[in-house]
């Protein structure tokens, strides 16, 4: 997985207004948080970075740059979801139209084969459903952390991670059902599959 690490250009104008020491430190803290985001996401994911990535986070958000760190995590989260979840997930149904055809004449034993394959595929997406919410969280409470760093009051944990949990939840719905199989409805049109089941890693 390869991320952009690079300053976002409409985000450059925030340069032109403070000194050459801040600028440095936004430009090393977003190239720090850029890597530890993408070591937490890629693979299987290394939390040994947790220090590292809460105080990049730190860095921006005193530089009013948390939206930025937000939608960036975000974005990041999208592409690993897409690649290590929702790619895999279909992936797995890509056999079904030739195993309609060899086992036409053998209804039950597809069907069996058929429900096998959906309750794994299930089980290796929420997996990587609940890593990817384990690492947001982190990323809630480095924003939090910082909050309560420089405010007299704690901060609120659930305005955030409220939002975050939010925009992930859409974020993933979007992703399945834009690169949902043409076969898939049919699929499921065959196989009677219990509900909740099914809502797993849209609903967890």
């Known amino acids: 997985m390869e991320m952009e690490t690079s300053f976002p250009i409409h985000n450059i104008g925030i340069l032109d207004s403070i000194g050459d020491d801040s600028i440095n430190e936004i430009l090393e803290g977003w190239n720090g948080y850029c890597v530890c985001t ?11 970075v947790g220090s590292e ?21 975000l ?17 797995q149904f890509d056999a079904y139209s030739d195993v309609a055809i060899l086992e036409m004449n053998k209804p039950c034993i597809e069907e069996d084969w058929l429900q096998q394959i959906i309750c794994k ?25 910082y909050k309560d760093s420089i405010a007299e009051e704690r901060h609120n944990l659930d305005v955030d991670r409220v939002s975050l949990l ?7 719905s979007s992703v399945l059902m834009t690169t949902l199989p043409r076969h898939f409805p049919g699929m499921c049109f065959r196989v009677s599959v219990d509900d909740s089941r099914m809502d797993i890693y849209l609903s967890d």
């Open 166 to 172: 939010s925009r992930y939840q859409l974020m993933v």
């Open 75 to 91: 974005r990041a989260l999208e592409e690993t979801f897409e690649k290590n979840g929702a790619s895999k997930f279909w992936q």
């Open 38 to 48: 993408e070591l937490l996401l890629k693979d299987t994911g290394d939390l040994s």
């Open 53 to 73: 990535f809460v105080s990049h986070v730190h860095v921006l958000c005193k530089h009013g740059l948390d939206s930025l760190v937000q939608d960036h995590f």
């Open 121 to 145: 595929s299930l089980e290796e997406i929420s997996l990587e459903k609940q890593y990817q919410e384990k690492c947001l969280l982190m990323l809630v409470h480095a924003l939090q952390s």
